[in-house]
Structures are given as structure tokens and as C-alpha cells.
């Protein structure tokens, strides 16, 4: 039977071919794949559900599969035309469109790839599926972009106020530069504030004395007029913003706190000004013993001024959210020495290409990820890893962006530029993840939904009640209390409750060697009671070294130089110990035919004309190779030592083996032991023997592990916990490991942070050990319980300010709210959530 799928996902020709090749790899399966149309033809001998072909293609990659109607076969068939046509003369939803590759600086492209490698000016819609495009790394970190704290999918290139809820925008790639500009301009409209508001201010509380002395200057009318020219520049410069923000989010219906200070301060002024020019409209209660009407400019003024004051530390206090991130941008050097002809050259860091030597002296910053080619040093990679004890490096060691070297000079080979780098890379982690949603924010935008229409309704309702049954002068009463109950209630403070917390958390774990990639793995990892761990890498060094060569008829060369000479086309770390002892035993490689890597069992090909297989048991019952019980028993006796056994099988009969020791971390025994104090099961899943698998476990006091483990067994084994109801977390590098790290609540890739493991894991350990995963657990712990805190303050700060301002105490304790104390509560409440969330700055994980 044949059927027709489409799929998505595939960017080029490669994708294609990993695609088509994944699908012949299932047994019954024969597929052809095209990339312009997107469509698999598949001949099955029965039929396979397209689970099972949706789950083969999640492990290879982010694929979709599915069965292909008439529309979308023609849909498919049609795209190559429409990318060709979106690409010449003309563009989609108004984008302006390039077509250059989807990583161009600053630019956006939709994450299914639709339209291939063409990528727009502006955020907004992908025009083939309709998701929103992303951005694409900046590759300077130097662009200024700016987004809302609240409102992540606001970004804009110039400052400004956020379209939904008024808040400022904020620096997406903050400098210094850029948060004292934002900052003067406040402080600049704060002094002019402050000159006008506080002269208005004493001559409305000098008219509350008796035998004012003002009036001996000049009647009451004429002290009116010198409030409101005073109040001009406060309400029509300093504070306008507050206006407009209002005005904005009322014409678009995205109600926030500025919509409450607008109508309130907006009414306020709105009946002063109505009072003065025409008081004959108003009934007595609402005029004074001389006849004119109780203006309300100092309230305008106060109410505005503390809410500017309220801005003005917010943005002094959200500078230092983003400090984490200053300080990775602050570790790039901005030129670096290199090596040409002999000679050096001083360059900026911007011109240096792959393959350049360059050369570090002293004290100098590492310019780009590379490796030593002449010399060695001490290198502090403390401000990637979190670890203060330098490492030495010599030739060959890999060296990274950012780090300092110590007292000697060494030359290097650039081998990451640009974005490429891990600084880079952790600095555009760092800056997404600040900027994602964490779950548990939707509690608060669903709250803040309906918070402030319900404020509103309160409002009117206390306004009301007040003119009512109030004392007289009952309208006074109630047109105070309806202002106050406007400005002290704050959404602000509920909407910033996730986010900062968000944002200083996950520049914390990035100055510890903790990259998360968002706050939903963030929020998540407080949750996860099972640790699924490799062991190659994760609990050991994973710098496997052969520790002796056995072979049945004494020729150890020759055997080593077969295995040798199979395992230089892996890459799999413990083909790479067998290769770099046959090269420390002067051993040469020769040429092998037929290669092939059988997943987790081992690799085989043909040497010298002999059909040579080395790998695990597995690999030995795949190729039918008979084992001497000798042989067996020998390779036993070294499994229980913990070491690692292959088995070399020579056409079809068990020759010998090779015994690869591989060191377990020293942070390993000690990380176990407090994930389990925690709570969280730690179950060990390997690819090697039963024996080995149990000789680790023992040493480190496991008691669940499971030994020979394919890919697809970890995969399933996560299913198994997951339908359990476990939130599990699975730790491994990231490549072999990587259906497994899909599956996974949360996926931990470890090691120094390859592109891959960065972009397959939720979370990255730039250090590559359990400890980092201790640090994860208790950082993510931290920021969850300081998002509570946070909620619970701006809802309990709700609850009470709001009927304090509507005045229930009044009856009971004479106890009025002023506006003018309400607006500096309203301010004070938002600064708290930020400070509050700043204390996760001094968390020690």
C-alpha cells in the first residue's frame, strides 16, 4: 500500500535527505521525499500507524507528518511557486522581505520555516502558516531593541510606552548608556514636577488654616488662577505621558494602571477647571466659606507627581533586573591580537575569522571560542561556569569567549566567531528566556483582565453609596473616595509580579553556569520529582582512556590497529579513546570499507578483507559472533571493576576486547545524594553492560539503574514515569540522547554548551556535571516561591487598598484614605514587586 504525507519542518536539502532516510530506516517502510513540494510518498508492506512515523521524525529533528487531502497536496505543490513570487516583486501583510539567510542580524523569520531562508524587517505574521515570526540572533549584541516587561511580544527600535499597558519599554539588549538616558529623562520631568507641585501644594494646605494669610496678598479667586497656570506644566509636560498612556489603552481596550490614573487625576483636573471658569453650575456643599468651589489642583499635581516618583525608582530599580546580562555583554573583549606572517596585529573583535591565530597574552579576556595551538595557562572561567578555580589548559584544550587567561601568553585558533560563540549564545539564551511567560502568569493576566473595568465599577459604586448616605458634604465624600479607589489600586504590580522574577532568575543561573532557555522550564523544574542520567559524560568525566587491549591469540597490533582503524570515522567519545591510543602506541590506521555506527550497540566494516564488529553484546548478537566462555568470563571480571567492555568480533568469532576506563566526577556522589534529600528519584539509564552499569550504581549508592539501554529504551522508559503522572527531567550531551531529551519534561544538556545541546535541552550546564543540576533545582525553587510572594503581595495590596479607599473604616474608626496617599501607595506597591525580586540577585545556589 502507498499513501502520501506531508511534512513540515524541512528548511533544505539536508532536512530532506535526514527525512527520507529516518523513514527508510523503519522496517516495512520504502519513502520518497521531496523539498519543493514538502511531500513523502511511502510504500508500507502493512500498515504503521503515523505515530509511529510522527515519533521517528521527532527524534531526527522538529518534523511533522501528516496524511496529505487534495487541498494540501495542491497547497504543497504550490509553495515553491509562492516562495519564488513572495521573493520578486511584491510582499505580504505589508513586510518588507529579504532574502538572505533566517540568522541575519536582527531580522525575523517564522520558526516552521515556510518560506525557506527569507526573513523581514518587522515582527508580525508568518503570511504561509500564520505563527509569529521570531527573531533571529543579533550577532553584535549591539542593537538596541526595546520591549515591555509585561508584554514580551511588544518590541520596538526606538523607546517609547508599551501599546497594551502603557509601561515603558525597556532595553531588550540593555547598556549602561541606554538605561541612564531613560533615567535622566525622568529625573528631568521629576525636578519640574517637583518645582510646581509643591507651591501648589502649600497654598492649598495654607487655606486650610484658619485666618489664611494668603488672602491678605489676594482674594481666593485670584490664588486659583496661580494654582492652575502652576499646574500647566505638571499635567501638560512632566506628566502628560500618563495621559496619553491612559487615552491609548482605552481606544485599543487594554485597561491598565494608567487608564485608573488618567480618569482619576483627568476628573480631578476636569472639575477644577470646570469649577473655576463656571462655579455657578455647582450646589453650596462643593464651595468653600468664600464662595468658590473646592478645587481639586494640589490633588492633580500630588496624585501625578508620586506617580512620576513611582516610575522614576521603577526604572532605577528594573535597570538592575537586567544587570546579569550587562555583565555577560561587559565580558566580550572589543579587539583582540592577531597572528599574520609572523607578526601581530591588534583587530577588532569583529573581523576575526574561523581559522585565525590569534594571541593571548596575560590578564587579556579570550577574544572567540577556539583551541590552544602553542603554549598553555590557568584560564578563570568562573563568569561561564560559576567556578572560581582556574583551569589549566594546554595545547589542543578548547578555551572560551569572555574567560581571562592568568600569567602566561598562548596562541589560539578561532573556531567560533560572532554568534557563534558560547557568550554569545548564553547572552541570547539569557535574553529570551528573561523575556518568555512563565505558566503561572496566567493566573495574574486572566486577573488583570477584568481588574481594572471591576476598579471602575467600584469607583462609581463608592462615588454612589457616598452621596448617598454620607455626612455632608456627602458629594465631596463620595467624588474624593471614587478618586482615591481609582488611583490606589494597581494592576502594574500583579503584571510585574512573573516577569522580574523571571528576568533576575535567570540571569542568576546564567552567572552559575545554568542556562534555561525559558521560564516555562524554569517554573517547571521546581516540579520534577525523577532525574533520568546517562552515565558516559554525566556522571563520569567523559574523557574515556583505554586501559589495556586482550586479545585470544597474543597479536594485540593487530588488533588494535583494526579498531583503530574502524573507530576513526566515530565520533563517539569512546571511538575516540580507542583511536587516540592506537596513535600513543605509534599504531598506524589503514583503510576500512562498508563503515557503519549501529545506534547504541557499536560500529562495524570490512579491514584487510575481514569483517570486523566492535561493540556491545548487543552489536555481537546482531552479527552472530560466536564467544569463547573464557573470553566471556574475562570480559566479566573487567565489567565489575566499573570499566567499560567492547567486544571484538572478527568474522563472525569473538577475538578480544577492549577495556575503557572512564572517571566518575567527584561532584557526582555528593549531587545525587542531595537531589534525593530533595525528593527527587535518580535513576541511572546506560548503554553499557550490567555489570559496569552496576559497579557505578553501587559506588554512588543508586538503586535504580538500567543497563543496556538504546535510545528508544530511554525514550520509552521516560513515557513509562511520565504515564505514571513523575515530572521527569533527563540529563545527557544532548546528541545521542536527544529523543529522550524531547520526550522529558524537562531536557538537561551537559557539557560546555554545544550548539546542539543548547538547542535540544530546556536547560544547558555550561559546566557539565550533576552539581549543576542541584544549582537548577534550588534556583528554580527560589524564583517560584519569590513569584508567589510577589502575587501575594499585589493581591493582598489589592484586597485591602482597595475598600480602604472606598472608605468601609470610616464608620467604624473615622478613617478616610486621601488620594494623594493612595497614589504614593499605588507607586510604592510596583517598586516593592521589583525589589522583592531583586533579592534573588544575592541567592546562593
Not at 531526527?60 to 515553491?80: F, H, R
Not at 473616595?481 to 528576568?503: D, E, H, K
Not at 554545544?754 to 557539565?768: C, F, P, R
Request: hydrophobic share 45%.
Amino acid at each position: 500500500m502507498t499513501h502520501t504525507y506531508t511534512i513540515t519542518g524541512m528548511t533544505c536539502n539536508g532536512c530532506r535527505s535526514k527525512v527520507e532516510k529516518t523513514l527508510n530506516a523503519i522496517d516495512g517502510v520504502e519513502a520518497k521525499v521531496s523539498l519543493n513540494p514538502s511531500i513523502a510518498t511511502i510504500t508500507m508492506e502493512k500498515h504503521i500507524p503515523i505515530t509511529q512515523l510522527q515519533e521517528a521524525l521527532s527524534a531526527v529533528g522538529k518534523y511533522t507528518i501528516e496524511i496529505a487531502n487534495d487541498k494540501m497536496l495542491q497547497q504543497a505543490t504550490s509553495n515553491e511557486n509562492t516562495v519564488k513570487s513572495c521573493c520578486s516583486t511584491h510582499s505580504h501583510s505589508d513586510k518588507k522581505e529579504i532574502k538572505i539567510a533566517v540568522n541575519a542580524n536582527g531580522k525575523y523569520y517564522c520558526p516552521m520555516h515556510c518560506e525557506g531562508e527569507k526573513v523581514y524587517d518587522k515582527a508580525g505574521d508568518c503570511p504561509v502558516c500564520g505563527m509569529d515570526l521570531v527573531k533571529a540572533p543579533d550577532l553584535t549584541l549591539s542593537k538596541s531593541l526595546y520591549t515591555c516587561p509585561m508584554h514580551p511580544e511588544v518590541i520596538s527600535e526606538t523607546p517609547g510606552s508599551c501599546p497594551i499597558c502603557g509601561m515603558d519599554l525597556v532595553p531588550m539588549n540593555p547598556t549602561d548608556t541606554e538605561d541612564q538616558k531613560t533615567y535622566k529623562d525622568l529625573v528631568k520631568k521629576m525636578k519640574i514636577a517637583v518645582v510646581f507641585t509643591v507651591p501648589i501644594f502649600a497654598i492649598a494646605m495654607i487655606e486650610m488654616m484658619p485666618n489664611n494669610p494668603l488672602l491678605k496678598i489676594m482674594d481666593a479667586t485670584k490664588w486659583n488662577w496661580v494654582q492652575f497656570i502652576l499646574t500647566l506644566p505638571v499635567v501638560f509636560y512632566a506628566c502628560w505621558m500618563f495621559f496619553v498612556r491612559a487615552f491609548k489603552s482605552i481606544i485599543t481596550w487594554n485597561l491598565n494602571m494608567f487608564t485608573l490614573i488618567g480618569i482619576g487625576t483627568g476628573v480631578a483636573f476636569l472639575f477644577s477647571l470646570v469649577g473655576m471658569f463656571f462655579p455657578n453650575i455647582f450646589p453650596n456643599e462643593f464651595k468653600t466659606e468664600h464662595g468658590t468651589v473646592l478645587l481639586y489642583f494640589e490633588a492633580t499635581t500630588v496624585i501625578l507627581t508620586l506617580v512620576l516618583l513611582g516610575q522614576l525608582m521603577e526604572a532605577k530599580a528594573h535597570s538592575q533586573t537586567s544587570g546579569a546580562i550587562k555583565e555577560l555583554l561587559k565580558l566580550a573583549p572589543t579587539e583582540a591580537i592577531l597572528v599574520i606572517d609572523g607578526s601581530d596585529k591588534v583587530i577588532s573583535i569583529h573581523d576575526i575569522k574561523k581559522g585565525d591565530l590569534l594571541r593571548v597574552k596575560p590578564g587579556d579576556k579570550i577574544p572567540v571560542d577556539g583551541k590552544i595551538t602553542d603554549g598553555e595557562s590557568s584560564i578563570d572561567e568562573a563568569m561561564i561556569t560559576g567556578e572560581p578555580i582556574p583551569v589549566d589548559k594546554k595545547k589542543g584544550d578548547n578555551v572560551i569567549a569572555g574567560t581571562i587567561n592568568g600569567n602566561k601568553s598562548f596562541i589560539m585558533v578561532a573556531e567560533k566567531v560572532g554568534s557563534e560563540t558560547l557568550l554569545s549564545q548564553i547572552v541570547q539564551m539569557v535574553n529570551d528566556a528573561s523575556r518568555s511567560r512563565a505558566p503561572i502568569q496566567k493566573l495574574a493576566d486572566s486577573i488583570s483582565k477584568y481588574f481594572v473595568p471591576i476598579v471602575v465599577i467600584i469607583s462609581a459604586i463608592t462615588f454612589i453609596i457616598w452621596a448617598k448616605f454620607g455626612p455632608e458634604p456627602a458629594l465631596v465624600y463620595g467624588f474624593i473616595n471614587a478618586i482615591a479607589v481609582l488611583i490606589i489600586a494597581c494592576p502594574c504590580a500583579l503584571g510585574l509580579a512573573t516577569p522580574m522574577s523571571v528576568m533576575v532568575g535567570v540571569g542568576k543561573g546564567a552567572q552559575s553556569g545554568v542556562l534555561i532557555k525559558n521560564a516555562e522550564a524554569l517554573e517547571n523544574m521546581n516540579k520534577v520529582n525523577v532525574l533520568i542520567t546517562d552515565k558516559t559524560g554525566t556522571i563520569t568525566e567523559g574523557k574515556p582512556s583505554v586501559e589495556k587491549i586482550y586479545a585470544t591469540n597474543n597479536n594485540d597490533y593487530d588488533l588494535l590497529q583494526s579498531i583503530a582503524s574502524l573507530n576513526q570515522y566515530s565520533e563517539h567519545p569512546l571511538a575516540q579513546a580507542v583511536v587516540n591510543y592506537a596513535k600513543s602506541k605509534t599504531v598506524s590506521l589503514i583503510e576500512v570499507k562498508d563503515f557503519e555506527a549501529v545506534a547504541g550497540k557499536g560500529v562495524t566494516g570490512t579491514v584487510t578483507n575481514k569483517k570486523v564488529a566492535l561493540g556491545n553484546k548487543k552489536l555481537m548478537e546482531q552479527v552472530k559472533a560466536t564467544i569463547a566462555d573464557d573470553l566471556e568470563s574475562r570480559i566479566i571480571a573487567e565489567q565489575k571493576l566499573g570499566k567499560t567492555v567492547s567486544y571484538i568480533a572478527v568474522d563472525g568469532v569473538a577475538v578480544g576486547f577492549v577495556s575503557i576506563t572512564d572517571a566518575i566526577k567527584t561532584s557526582s556522589a555528593a549531587a545525587i545524594k542531595e537531589l534525593m534529600r530533595q525528593g527527587v528519584e535518580v535513576i541511572m539509564l546506560t548503554g553499557d553492560n550490567i555489570n559496569t552499569a552496576k559497579a557505578v550504581a553501587d559506588e554512588l549508592n543508586l538503586s535504580s539503574y538500567k543497563a543496556s539501554c538504546l535510545p528508544e529504551d530511554k525514550l520509552n522508559e521516560i513515557k513509562r514515569l511520565q504515564s505514571e503522572g513523575k515530572i521527569v527531567a533527563m540529563a545527557g550531551d544532548g546528541i545521542n540522547d536527544a529523543p529522550a531529551l524531547a520526550q522529558a519534561d524537562i531536557g538537561i544538556a551537559m557539557g560546555t554548551g554545544t550548539d546542539v545541546a543548547i538547542e535540544s535541552a530546556k536547560i544547558t550546564l555550561v559546566k557539565g556535571d550533576l552539581q549543576g543540576i542541584v544549582k537548577a533545582k534550588n534556583l528554580s525553587h527560589a524564583v517560584m516561591r519569590n513569584i508567589k510572594q510577589n502575587l501575594f503581595f499585589a493581591f493582598f495590596y489589592n484586597v485591602l487598598g482597595v475598600p480602604i479607599a472606598a472608605g468601609v473604616l470610616y464608620p467604624y474608626f473615622g478613617i478616610l484614605l486621601s488620594p494623594m496617599i493612595a497614589a504614593l501607595a499605588m507607586s510604592f506597591s510596583s517598586v516593592s514587586v521589583i525589589v522583592n525580586a531583586l533579592r534573588l540577585r544575592r541567592l546562593k545556589l
